[in-house]
């Protein structure tokens, strides 16, 4: 495994100071609030590993994943869930652009985004009036040569679920 202390990122042509790169600390759902915000407040997230059922996550993942082969960065050849990137510089024959914006309208990406565990999640930790009014979603793709960095603000929540890892 790579060490932290070897890994160089970038973003936006800058390199990040290593003092910014470290691994993410899984958060305990089911911690008090004042815990849950503290935590916020010292990392900048909070990362609810387990918070929702592998199954789902697996099967939706091989939808996306499904989904994707036609912009040609899914590797021929490969079980979709396992989400091997093709690695070819050939241009795609369809832009992945393209293809999120089919899945953010599709109702099982909404359902997904809304899965109890996640609503009940906020509700818990924000007052309910905050989230009515910023109902935002949305959906990012990123090769794995990609660096992708999410910008955050203080009146704004972000809410990523990552696919990735699923181990």
């Not at 993410?24 to 387990?50: H, I, N």
């Not at 099982?108 to 979603?137: G, K, Q, S, V």
């Not at 990012?140 to 704004?156: A, E, L």
Request: net charge negative; hydrophobic share 40%; proline share 8%.
């Amino acid at each position: 495994m790579e060490r932290i202390s070897d890994v160089s990122l970038m973003s936006n042509g800058y390199t990040l100071p290593a003092a910014r790169i470290g691994r993410l600390q899984s958060t305990d759902p089911k911690q008090s609030r004042a815990a849950l915000v503290e935590q916020f407040e010292a990392q900048g997230y909070l990362w609810l590993k387990g918070i929702l059922d592998r199954d789902s996550i697996l099967a939706f993942r091989a939808r996306v994943f499904e989904a994707m082969r036609e912009s040609g960065l899914v590797a021929p050849g490969t079980a979709p869930v396992d989400g091997i990137y093709a690695d070819d510089e050939t241009p795609s024959p369809v832009h992945p652009n393209k293809i999120l914006m089919e899945m953010a309208r599709w109702a099982a990406f909404e359902a997904f985004c809304l899965a109890e565990p996640i609503w009940r999640f906020y509700e818990m930790l924000i007052d309910p009036a905050f989230l009515d009014d910023n109902p935002e979603t949305s959906v990012q793709f990123v090769p794995p040569t990609g660096n992708p960095v999410i910008y955050g603000s203080s009146d704004r929540i972000n809410s990523d679920i990552f696919s990735g890892d699923i181990r």
